[in-house]
């Protein structure tokens, strides 16, 4: 079983920057792809960021791109996500997300793709 820990989110002004945090126990980290997802109210939960165990893959939805960077660091367990240049849309929960397995390029959007999920950080961007 896998644990994940979000952590870093709070109430920023547009043009802020926040970066999340989220910190896996339990199992290796290190193989697992990992993934950014959001859910504003009355929305579904939407695709954000993904990357590979490896790195060598990064995904974004076209909403945050050129804003957003993923990152992880596999001897801290943990996987980033900086957002910069937010907006009030940007506002959201934020659940970081982990597969059990994957290729060194594995980096998938589906929800359905993702084994284990953390409680999530709320977001919000006000205007």
């Known amino acids: 079983q896998v644990q994940l820990v979000e952590s870093g989110g709070g109430l920023v002004q547009a043009g802020g920057s926040l970066r999340l945090s989220c910190a896996a126990s339990g199992r290796p980290f290190s193989n697992y792809p990992m993934g950014w997802f959001r859910q504003a109210p009355g929305k579904e939960r939407e695709f954000v960021a993904a990357i590979s165990w490896s790195a060598n893959n990064i995904d974004y939805a076209d909403s945050v791109k050129g804003r957003f960077t993923i990152s992880r660091d596999n001897f801290k367990n943990t996987v980033y996500l900086q957002m910069n240049s937010l907006k009030p849309e940007d506002t959201a929960v934020y659940y970081c997300?982990?597969?059990?397995?994957?290729?060194?390029?594995?980096?998938?959007?589906?929800?359905?793709?993702?084994?284990?999920w953390g409680q999530g950080t709320q977001v919000t961007v006000s205007s």
């Open positions: 997300a982990a597969i059990k397995t994957g290729g060194s390029l594995y980096a998938p959007r589906g929800l359905r793709n993702y084994d284990y």
